[in-house]
């Protein structure tokens, strides 16, 4: 076993891959700590996937290695795939076995005994909503079909997670689902890595989260951090339904020290105030206390746009993750 | 834990279900060679040779190879879903070695080649009254049987190696898989040098000649499927044929499986 800090779980050392001409992953370094929801986020290849499958042992890099648990990913395979878990971003399923099967089937895989595996896939299926079904899992939505891909991760009580995209394709209830389970997982110490696209998921689930981009990882940090240093400006969005409003607004503004940058527009024959400023809801409040609607007769809507981790993959490559 | 708790045999369990609800899987493996069986009852079951046999009682034996080669379609497609679905992977992420998965995959072929054997004896045997030596010899025959039925398993495995979707795999193992059929002489006699080189043809000459001819394994091989006219004693006794069809199982499954190996591991 190397030896490395009792915190760390998981230590990728300049990791790479490349195929033919293409840098798939390309000198990736993180630790990521115990108990720790670490977010991968990045666009359609990015190469989060060929990364989560090198960690995962599948893959082989062409150099550099990662240490999971005190395991290297070239020389501890065997050690290694007894303390994950991993959901594909592919529904990997059995299609002609039920749910319970399919997830008895991964227990016994990793050495359960099938009267263990029974009770522990019953209790999981229960928690996702498909106990039960006894129709094979290719009848199933495709909602349930991911909570079963999710819950054959599960079984065996894994040490470290991976979740490669466990919500694409869901329903927002269904995602909803999924996050509630994961953030659930979080109070029980394992540690997950989540590899998304979804700047929601990895914002408002990670602890920290790595921007992975043409294989390199361009920005590390927890959201907050990322969102302050890359970020753009939080924004407060104010219509009026009189241009009069607006002015009066505007000559407030120039009182209020919080606010950093203001804007007018108009949008569907509205009258629309954009206010940029830096920190979070606390500042909104104060910006609201100051007094931006002193004197103003009516206001027609008033919108909070937060900064998000889109804007920080935006100003940091000048692209959209979904471009 | 108990055997049933292993990890091949978990995966071999899987894999019966997996084959067992697919109708069109078991349409083929075991409708179609039934179909086939009747047929060829009904048009060479009446022609009856001196010694009182049909040609339907020499002609039954390559219909058992043709059942059982279908073992190359069945793993060669089973293999390529695994691969294309991405459940190899995800089996690789767990501790099951890719031992247990080939052990697993081989005791549920082998397994459900046995039953495909057992289908086709009862329709011969028990219901349509075909001739066989004695049980002894019928028993091994089926061992024989088996054994060739594992080699197309091997084959399939090399197959599934090959193809990059599930569909080639499909396509691909059903020309070989006739090919080696209709050129081994198993369907139809095929007098050539080709036979030789093709594992039907040595399982199928053997389980002819035990069963039907009541030769021993001391006694020549013949060239012909159809033993009458045109058939010559080859130098090679059926223990030399056994040890054939043997060393074409060993080799196809070792092939099979280091050429998945190379082809799955990156």
């Known amino acids: 076993m190397s030896e490395i800090e009792d915190s760390v779980m998981i230590e990728i050392k300049d990791l790479k891959k490349h195929f033919r001409e293409v840098n798939a992953v390309d000198g990736v370094s993180i630790k990521i700590k115990k108990g720790e929801l670490f977010s991968i986020l990045g666009p359609n290849g990015a190469g989060k996937t060929t990364l989560v499958r090198m960690l995962t042992t599948v893959l082989t890099p062409t150099s550099g290695d990662a240490i999971i648990k005190g395991h290297s990913i070239l020389k501890g395979k065997d050690e290694i795939v007894k303390i994950i878990g991993v959901c594909p971003q592919e529904i990997t399923i059995y299609e002609v076995l039920r749910a319970e099967e399919n997830v008895e089937f991964v227990a016994s895989m990793h050495g359960i005994s099938r009267k263990e595996a029974r009770e522990k896939a019953k209790k999981l299926l229960e928690k996702f909503g498909i106990a039960g079904r006894k129709d094979w899992s290719k009848n199933f939505s495709g909602g349930m079909q991911r909570r079963l891909n999710l819950a054959m991760a599960l079984v065996f009580d894994p040490e470290i997670l991976f979740l490669d995209e466990p919500t694409a394709g869901l329903d927002p209830q269904a995602r909803r689902l999924v996050w509630d389970f994961i953030q659930d997982l979080k109070k029980e110490d394992i540690t997950i890595i989540l590899m998304t696209h979804d700047m929601v998921e990895a914002d408002s689930l990670s602890d920290r989260v790595a921007i992975l981009d043409q294989g390199k990882v361009i920005a590390l940090g927890t959201p907050t951090e990322l969102k302050e240093k890359y970020g753009s400006d939080n924004v407060l969005e104010v219509s009026f339904f009189e241009q009069d409003d607006l002015e009066i607004a505007k000559k407030n503004l120039e009182q209020i020290s919080f606010a950093t940058n203001w804007k007018e527009i108009s949008r569907k024959e509205r009258n629309i105030l954009l206010i940029s400023f830096q920190g979070g809801l606390k500042i909104l409040v104060q910006i609201l206390q100051q007094g931006i609607i002193n004197n103003i007769n009516e206001v027609e809507n008033m919108k909070f746009r937060q900064n998000s981790l889109e804007d920080v993959f935006l100003n940091l490559t000048g692209r959209r993750l979904r471009d | ?266």
């Open chain 2, 1 to 266: 834990m108990t055997l049933l708790d292993n990890k091949a045999i978990q995966i071999s369990i899987k894999n019966l279900k997996d084959k067992l609800r697919h109708w069109q899987f078991l349409f083929f493996s075991l409708l179609l060679p039934i179909m086939f069986t009747v047929m060829f009852y009904f048009m060479l079951g009446n022609e009856e040779d001196p010694t009182g046999r049909t040609g339907f009682d020499y002609g039954f034996s390559g219909m058992i190879m043709y059942a059982v080669g279908i073992g190359t379609m069945n793993a060669a497609i089973m293999f390529a879903q695994d691969k294309k679905s991405g459940m190899l992977s995800r089996l690789d992420t767990m501790p099951t070695g890719r031992k247990n998965m080939f052990l697993g995959a081989l005791i549920s072929e082998s397994l459900y080649l046995m039953l495909q054997i057992l289908i086709m004896f009862i329709i011969g045997y028990a219901i349509l009254g075909l001739y066989f030596v004695n049980p002894l010899a019928l028993f091994i025959g089926f061992l024989i049987t088996v054994v060739f039925g594992i080699s197309s398993v091997g084959m399939g495995i090399m197959i599934a190696s090959v193809s990059k979707t599930v569909e080639i795999a499909n396509a691909f193992s059903l020309v070989v898989y006739m090919v080696l059929i209709f050129l081994s002489g198993s369907l139809m006699p095929f007098e050539s040098p080709i036979v030789y080189f093709l594992p039907p043809y040595w399982a199928k000459q053997l389980f002819l000649q035990l069963t039907v001819m009541g030769d021993g394994f001391s006694d020549n091989l013949y060239s012909s499927s159809l033993i009458g006219q045109g058939a010559e004693a080859i130098p090679i006794t059926l223990w030399g044929g056994f040890l054939i069809v043997c060393a074409f199982t060993i080799a196809f499954t070792l092939l099979g499986i280091l050429l998945f190996q190379k082809k799955t591991k990156f």
